[in-house]
């Protein structure tokens, strides 16, 4: 026998030991609703067949995958489809599990129930198309049937404009079925919270401190802002959001507002972010620690008004205390409010810097203290600066100019 027999005879052989444990290995078991692989091995004038496994074939409506009256697909082509029905042994599919399925043809509304309740039991997301609002919520039809979406279910965040969604397709998961399917009740917003919660957790492992990431201002709250940063949120205190005083978080943001901000706290164990958008800004810090020294004679405004004293504001960000026993040149002042008053310019003297606590002390001064100050330097220098040539003159001059901005 030659070689070319053997090689014959042996390819012989090995074709039948295939084709019989092809013969023998049972058939692939499907359910409706099931989600499958399939390789599409013909295409006719209704239907695509579809290899859906070992001894185990499927129809797909052609409507399905033609677009514009083209085919979308090609045989050979593998493809997801999920399984709507058995119908004496032939599996009738579908491309996606949605509203596509057009439950006028015979079988196709037991088909789609059961898709349905197969959708109930694994979780598997359905696509929907919101119809119409009606009263509580929604009217959405899946697989060619009509279900109820709730109001509070169409989103994660209350629903003020219904007509918004109608017409929408969107994922839904399904929550109920009863009435033999005459009630389907399905959700959008645990979907939804589903995703995020899925999103949220890949992000935590990916957050770093003083790392700056953009953002979207989701509420407002007296003591700050809750800002999502990709899938969290972390708090924007209201502290955190100028080096200028803010009393009202309102003042500068708004729902929706996109901003950039930078982790400053992160608690991975208790899931706590602390963010900043100080942190981003210049420090005016470093500008009057350069030039404001002590015993320099400045004009500022009255910003708040304590017991102990009154804070006044040098410029932008930049403040100092004026402390009571500083107030009555020698005499003993009962009160603050006896000497000065909110938004009231004084003219002060700068006792102390205390530039790591980030703390001025001031002392009461007047007009004349502060033309002083300011006149040019003489020959028996006297007189510290000069606003002349470019020199840095009163630290009240700066001030001036900085509201004039």
Same mark, same amino acid.
């Given at each position: 026998?030659?070689?070319?027999?053997?090689?014959?005879?042996?390819?012989?052989?090995?074709?039948?030991?295939?084709?019989?444990?092809?013969?023998?290995?049972?058939?692939?078991?499907?359910?409706?609703?099931?989600?499958?692989?399939?390789?599409?091995?013909?295409?006719?004038?209704?239907?695509?067949?579809?290899?859906?496994?070992?001894?185990?074939?499927?129809?797909?409506?052609?409507?399905?995958?033609?677009?514009?009256?083209?085919?979308?697909?090609?045989?050979?082509?593998?493809?997801?489809?999920?399984?709507?029905?058995?119908? +004496? !042994?032939?599996?009738?599919?579908?491309?996606?599990?949605?509203?596509?399925?057009?439950?006028?043809?015979?079988?196709?509304?037991?088909?789609?129930?059961?898709? *349905?309740?197969?959708?109930?039991?694994?979780?598997?997301?359905?696509?929907?198309?919101?119809?119409?609002?009606?009263?509580?919520?929604?009217?959405?039809?899946?697989? !060619?049937?009509?279900? #109820?979406?709730?109001?509070?279910?169409?989103?994660?965040?209350?629903?003020?404009?219904?007509?918004?969604?109608?017409?929408?397709?969107?994922? #839904?998961?399904?929550?109920?079925?009863?009435?033999?399917?005459?009630?389907?009740?399905?959700?959008?917003?645990?979907?939804?919270?589903?995703?995020?919660?899925?999103?949220?957790?890949?992000?935590?492992?990916? *957050? +770093?401190?003083?790392?700056?990431?953009?953002?979207?201002?989701?509420?407002?709250?007296?003591?700050?802002?809750?800002?999502?940063? !990709?899938?969290? +949120?972390?708090?924007?205190?209201?502290?955190?959001?100028?080096?200028?005083?803010?009393?009202?978080?309102?003042?500068?943001?708004?729902?929706?507002?996109?901003?950039?901000?930078?982790?400053?706290?992160?608690?991975?164990?208790?899931?706590?972010?602390?963010?900043?958008?100080?942190?981003?800004?210049?420090?005016?810090?470093?500008?009057?620690?350069?030039?404001?020294?002590?015993?320099?004679?400045?004009?500022?405004?009255?910003?708040?008004?304590?017991?102990?004293?009154?804070?006044?504001?040098?410029?932008?960000?930049?403040?100092?205390?004026?402390?009571?026993?500083?107030?009555?040149?020698?005499?003993?002042?009962?009160?603050?409010?006896?000497?000065?008053?909110?938004?009231?310019?004084?003219?002060?003297?700068?006792?102390?810097?205390?530039?790591?606590?980030?703390?001025?002390?001031?002392?009461?001064?007047?007009?004349?203290?502060?033309?002083?100050?300011?006149?040019?330097?003489?020959?028996?220098?006297?007189?510290?600066?000069?606003?002349?040539?470019?020199?840095?003159?009163?630290?009240?001059?700066?001030?001036?100019?900085?509201?004039?901005?």
């Amino acid at each position: 026998m030659s070689n070319d027999d053997q090689r014959g005879d042996g390819g012989e052989s090995e074709d039948f030991a295939s084709m019989l444990d092809d013969y023998m290995t049972p058939r692939q078991s499907v359910a409706p609703g099931d989600k499958v692989k399939a390789r599409i091995i013909s295409i006719g004038k209704e239907y695509v067949f579809l290899d859906l496994g070992r001894r185990t074939e499927g129809m797909l409506d052609r409507a399905q995958v033609t677009s514009d009256g083209q085919l979308t697909v090609e045989v050979g082509q593998q493809i997801d489809v999920y399984v709507t029905a058995i119908r +004496e !042994g032939t599996i009738l599919c579908t491309s996606r599990v949605g509203a596509s399925l057009d439950s006028e043809q015979p079988g196709d509304k037991e088909a789609a129930l059961a898709a *349905l309740a197969q959708a109930l039991d694994s979780q598997q997301p359905v696509e929907g198309v919101v119809k119409e609002a009606i009263k509580g919520g929604f009217s959405v039809h899946v697989l !060619g049937q009509r279900a #109820f979406c709730p109001i509070s279910q169409i989103d994660r965040v209350y629903c003020e404009q219904p007509a918004e969604h109608v017409g929408r397709s969107y994922q #839904f998961l399904v929550t109920q079925i009863r009435g033999n399917g005459r009630d389907v009740v399905v959700s959008r917003r645990r979907l939804l919270e589903q995703q995020a919660a899925q999103q949220a957790a890949l992000m935590w492992d990916k *957050l +770093e401190l003083d790392a700056v990431y953009d953002g979207t201002v989701t509420s407002l709250q007296k003591y700050g802002a809750f800002v999502d940063i !990709g899938g969290v +949120e972390g708090l924007l205190h209201v502290s955190e959001l100028s080096y200028e005083r803010v009393s009202d978080p309102s003042q500068v943001l708004q729902v929706g507002q996109q901003i950039r901000v930078s982790i400053k706290e992160l608690d991975q164990r208790n899931r706590k972010i602390g963010l900043s958008l100080k942190a981003l800004m210049e420090d005016p810090w470093l500008d009057a620690l350069a030039r404001l020294k002590a015993d320099q004679v400045v004009r500022g405004r009255v910003v708040r008004i304590a017991q102990f004293g009154a804070f006044v504001e040098l410029f932008k960000g930049v403040e100092g205390l004026l402390h009571i026993s500083e107030m009555g040149g020698g005499q003993r002042l009962n009160s603050t409010r006896d000497a000065v008053r909110e938004g009231q310019q004084v003219v002060v003297r700068v006792r102390e810097i205390d530039a790591q606590r980030r703390r001025i002390s001031l002392a009461i001064a007047d007009e004349e203290a502060l033309e002083q100050s300011t006149r040019p330097a003489s020959a028996d220098g006297l007189v510290a600066s000069t606003s002349s040539g470019g020199g840095f003159g009163t630290f009240g001059d700066l001030f001036s100019e900085k509201l004039k901005k």
